[in-house]
Each structure stands twice: as structure tokens, then as C-alpha cells.
């Protein structure tokens, strides 16, 4: 079982490498799907065989237990293994990577297949026609080597990346206003290679047991994010978006990694289990490890005020890149806290607890606040973002054992709720060309599938018992009044900030689902076939894991940290 290890990073590795050689074959985003479902099948079976997950006395040392451990050499004078391990508190995120890189990888192919055999408008023909003509007048007069193709419905115009990528609007005047044409939508394969080297760096992220290869897979997560947003984002915002993401994670890329060279040089080894077994660092250095790994690692999360990245790159990003973003990319933060951070330094973490908290329920309140009057859809349901996290955060500062499973448990549910809302929020800003909430309304008369499918997404965000928003939210009020003194006060304003969440995704709710149908909505349609497909797994989740949430609780218990 721990070749599968392996296959879980390299099969999507792979995969991206063959879409983008052959990135102009017809077949190449199903290339892409193939090797993202290779890699979801590999996730999914590495509980199978796997050890209990305690630790063993081993000549007078503590082994970690892992489920399951790879180990090759690399160079180990620099500390450098490739050293992969899995538990109970890696593995869920790692399946949840899987599948999201899955759902992406179809997503963007199923948006060609649906291409090509959509009805056209006759508005949208003639406007191509005339295109057309114009086109071809102009290259008279157009050097060579500046020409593009004439543009088409078919093929969605001429190919600047960002009219390409699923969910940015299509050029002015080339659809019938208020009308979804899939046809207009035509990803890049290149954008579904990118989505898979996300998966394949995100995946050795989750699994690395060695400190240096771990910060290596961090780093390589930033460049084809990068440019996802920077190449495929919103044309009016993708530069700035792009360039901000890049600094604000390079900068707490430095911070990070000074934190993992001084826990590597204290602890004379850059193994990860092994220094978490012997306790992490020494009390020398812990509050100073954990201070530096723990603003790098906000940064990602992220943490209030390290957050404003994070809403600019959401609402440039098509729609496939604010799903990684939220349900891959901030669990690189946030599982760095809770296990590289919190590992490494026990008690710098227990020093740090009370700042961590008090930011993490600022977070909470200012994020709720600002949700309240956000005229825009993609940029709401970030700043919720910001929110959810500062309850994971809020729980982890805790520091009992409710508090870490709740952060854990939490963690995982955005992972599949907020993913979920920004593919909902991408299909109504392909359909309309708007994500205001000001033009929007009348969804549920419109189209009744996808104004439900809103609503439940909706729901499960604001913490509804029974779906999978509720333990991490409930819990970490739980954890933090169980501290008692003035955490009291904390598990007060985490109350009041569900209570925000609730107000401000209701208030989304009314403008976009009820009152009379608005000339957006008006005539787009309802959930198509190939989209109901790529969000069901994301329902099933949220529903499975609000219903029974104590196999995944369980399963933490089997967690290194």
C-alpha cells in the first residue's frame, strides 16, 4: 500500500505533463480526467491495510503510526527525504484534494463537450457572422504574424485565455443578453493542466513526513495557482489578483520556512514524525518556531488581518480556480497550523493560544460585518471564507481535544460546502454575466434546480444541524467555553459571528432566489445534466458528514499531531 503513495502525487503530476504535450488533441481534457480519477481511486483506498495509528516504544524512542510510510533517500546531507506518510488526519484532506481536482477536471471538459452541440441563438449567429466579416476585411490590413481567428459561436472567438476559462463573461455583444450558451465557453486544456499539478503538489503537501520536502510541495502549489488566476481570471481584475496572491504568499513563504530551519536545526532531524513524538522542539525555541511558522501558515489560511489576498483573488478567479482555492489551498494553511506548527512547537502554540484566538474572533465578526453590505456574489462568499477559518483557528487556539477535532471536523466541511457555492455562483455568473446582487433575483421561478441547489449550499455555510457547517461551528463554541475565564466572552463573539453568517447568507439567498424574476435571470436555464453530476458528490458530502459525523471524528483519534 505505500507504492499508492506515490501514485497519489504522480499519477496527476503525469496527467498534467500528457494534457499539456498534447493540449491540441480533441481528447486532451479527458487525458486530464482519467488521471484525476486514477488519483482519487489511489486516495481513496490508502485506509485499506493501514496500521492502528499509535505510537510504538522502540528502543527506548517513540515511532510515530502512521497508516502507511514511503521513504527514499534524496539528499540527505540537506535534511531532504522524499519521505511520504498518511493518517487519519491527512487522509481526509487528501481524498477531499482527489475528488475536488476530479470534479474540477470535468467541470472544464464537460463545458467543451456541451459546446458543441448547444443551439445557437440566431441574435448570436448573426452577431458572429458579421464578426466575422469584419475580421476578415481587417486582416488586409493585419501583418501576419498578429492575425487570430476570425471569431464564431463555435469556438467562442478568438483565444485570449481569459474568455476561455469557465464562468468570465463572454465579450460584449456576442450573446443574447439574460442567455447561457456553453458554447461561448471554451477552456483551454491548459487550464486543466494546471488544475492537476495543483492536486499533484497539494497531495505530497498532505503526505510529506520530511520538513523540507514539505516546504518545497508548499511552494510548488503557488505557481500554476498563479496562473490559473493570473492567465484564465476576470480580465478587468486578474493582473492585480494574480500579483497580489503571489506576494502576500511568497512573503509568508519566508516566514514559514524560517520556522521549519530552525526547528530542523534544534531538532537535528527534518522528520516530522519523529520530532512530533519527541515532543517538537525545545522550549528554547518553540514560542519562536511557532511564531514564524504560524504567520506564514495565516497568511494561507487565512487568519484576519493577514486575509485581504484572499477576496481579490476568489472574485478574479474562474470558477475552477476559486474551488481549489477554498477547498484545497486554505487546508494548506490550516492543516500546516493545527499539525506542522502545533507539532513542531507544542508550547510555543499553548504561549500563542491567547493572541491566536482573539485574531481568530476578530476574523469572525469583521468578516460577518463586511458579508453583510458585499454588493457581489464571488467576493461574498469569499469574505464567509475568512469567517469559517477564523473558527477553525479559533478552535485549534483552544488546545483541548474537542477544540482540535472540531478544527479538523470544520476544516473539511468548508472544503465541501464553500467549494460547492462557488461552482453554484460560477454556472449564475456564466448564465447571467452578472455576480450583483442588485441584478439578480427571481431565481427559484427561473430556474427552480439551481436556486434549491443555492439554498442548501447556503444552508450548510451558515451552520444548519444536519449538514456538515454545524459540528466544526457548534464545536468550537463548545471548545472555547470549555476553557472558561475569558474565553467565555471568545465562544460569545464565535456565537454571534454564526449568528452574522446566518444574516448575510439569508440576505444572498433573497436577492438571488426570490422577488420577481430580474432581466438577468430572465430565460437562462435551469441545471444541465453534466452539472448536476459535478455537484452531487459535494451534496452527498455535506449530507453524509452532517448525518454522521463519527466515523470522521474517529478517524482523527488515528491522527499524529
Known amino acids: 500500500m505505500s507504492a499508492l503513495l506515490v501514485v497519489a502525487v504522480g499519477v496527476p503530476l503525469i496527467g498534467a505533463v500528457l494534457v499539456w504535450a498534447w493540449q491540441h488533441k480533441a481528447f486532451a481534457h479527458w487525458i486530464g480526467v482519467a488521471a484525476a480519477a486514477l488519483g482519487l481511486a489511489a486516495a481513496a483506498v490508502l485506509p485499506l491495510g493501514r496500521a492502528d495509528g499509535t505510537r510504538m516504544l522502540d528502543s527506548g524512542r517513540f515511532t510515530s503510526g502512521w497508516w502507511h510510510e514511503f521513504d527514499a533517500a534524496w539528499a540527505p546531507s540537506l535534511h531532504l527525504d522524499f519521505s511520504l506518510a498518511v493518517d487519519g488526519v491527512s487522509w481526509p484532506l487528501i481524498l477531499l484534494t482527489a475528488l475536488l481536482g ?18 445557437q441563438p440566431r441574435e448570436a449567429t448573426a452577431t458572429a457572422t458579421a464578426t466575422a466579416t469584419a475580421t476578415a476585411t481587417a486582416e ?34 456576442r450573446l443574447h443578453p439574460g442567455r447561457f450558451d456553453p458554447g461561448t465557453a471554451r477552456p483551454s486544456p491548459t487550464l486543466t493542466s494546471l488544475l492537476l499539478a495543483v492536486q499533484a503538489a497539494s497531495t505530497l503537501v498532505f503526505l510529506s513526513d520530511n520538513l523540507i520536502l514539505f516546504f518545497i ?32 504568499t511568497v ?39 511557532f511564531t514564524l511558522l504560524a504567520t506564514g501558515f495565516a497568511v494561507k489560511a487565512p487568519l484576519w488581518p493577514l486575509h485581504s489576498w484572499l477576496p481579490d483573488a ?29 507539532g513542531l512547537a507544542p508550547d510555543g502554540a499553548a504561549d500563542a493560544a491567547p493572541v491566536l484566538a482573539v485574531l481568530a474572533a476578530l476574523g469572525i465578526i469583521v468578516a460577518g460585518l463586511v458579508c453583510l453590505g458585499l454588493p457581489e456574489i464571488k467576493r461574498l462568499i469569499a469574505y464567509s471564507s475568512v469567517g469559517h477559518m ?42 447571467t454575466h452578472t455576480g450583483r446582487l442588485a441584478e439578480l433575483g427571481g431565481l427559484r421561478l427561473a430556474a427552480p434546480m439551481l436556486a434549491g441547489l443555492f439554498g442548501f449550499a447556503a444552508l450548510a455555510s451558515l451552520g444548519l444541524p444536519g449538514l456538515a457547517g454545524f459540528w466544526g461551528e457548534a464545536f468550537t463554541v463548545y471548545a472555547a467555553a470549555e476553557r472558561g475565564g475569558a474565553w467565555l466572552a471568545l465562544a460569545a463573539v464565535a456565537a454571534f459571528g454564526a449568528f452574522l453568517a446566518a444574516a448575510y ?4 439567498l433573497k436577492r438571488v432566489s426570490h422577488g420577481p424574476v430580474a432581466p438577468a435571470i430572465a430565460g437562462i436555464g435551469d441545471a444541465s445534466a453534466a452539472e448536476i453530476a459535478v455537484w452531487s458528490p459535494l451534496v452527498a458530502g455535506t449530507l453524509l458528514l452532517g448525518l454522521m459525523p463519527g466515523p470522521l471524528l474517529a478517524l482523527f483519534a488515528e491522527g499524529l499531531l
Open 102 to 119: 476530479l470534479l474540477c477536471c470535468v467541470h472544464n471538459a464537460a463545458v467543451i463537450e456541451r459546446g458543441k452541440t448547444a443551439p
Open 140 to 173: 488586409h490590413h493585419t501583418s501576419a504574424p498578429l492575425q487570430v481567428p476570425a471569431a464564431t459561436v463555435e469556438t467562442g472567438g478568438p483565444f485570449p485565455a481569459a474568455d476561455q476559462a469557465r464562468g468570465v463573461p463572454a465579450a460584449s455583444g
Open 217 to 248: 510541495a508548499f511552494e510548488a502549489v503557488l505557481l500554476p495557482m498563479w496562473a490559473i488566476i493570473h492567465r484564465y481570471g476576470d480580465p478587468a481584475a486578474r493582473r492585480h489578483a494574480a500579483a497580489k496572491f503571489a506576494l502576500f
Open 251 to 289: 512573503a509568508g513563504s519566508l516566514l514559514m520556512a524560517t520556522g521549519l530551519f530552525v526547528a530542523v536545526a534544534d531538532a537535528g532531524t527534518a522528520d516530522l514524525g519523529a520530532i512530533i513524538t519527541a515532543g517538537g522542539v525545545s522550549d528554547d525555541v518553540s514560542l519562536l518556531v
Open 314 to 342: 476568489h472574485t478574479a478567479a474562474p470558477t475552477v480556480g476559486s474551488v481549489l482555492l477554498a477547498g484545497v489551498l486554505l487546508k494548506l494553511g490550516t492543516y500546516g497550523l493545527i499539525r506542522v506548527a502545533g
Open 390 to 431: 477564523g473558527f477553525v483557528v479559533l478552535a485549534f487556539a483552544a488546545g483541548t481535544e474537542a477544540g482540535v477535532r472540531a478544527a479538523l471536523f470544520g476544516n473539511l466541511a468548508h472544503g465541501l460546502v464553500t467549494p460547492l457555492l462557488f461552482f453554484l455562483a460560477g454556472a449564475l455568473k456564466s448564465r
Open 505 to 508: 447568507l439569508l440576505r444572498m
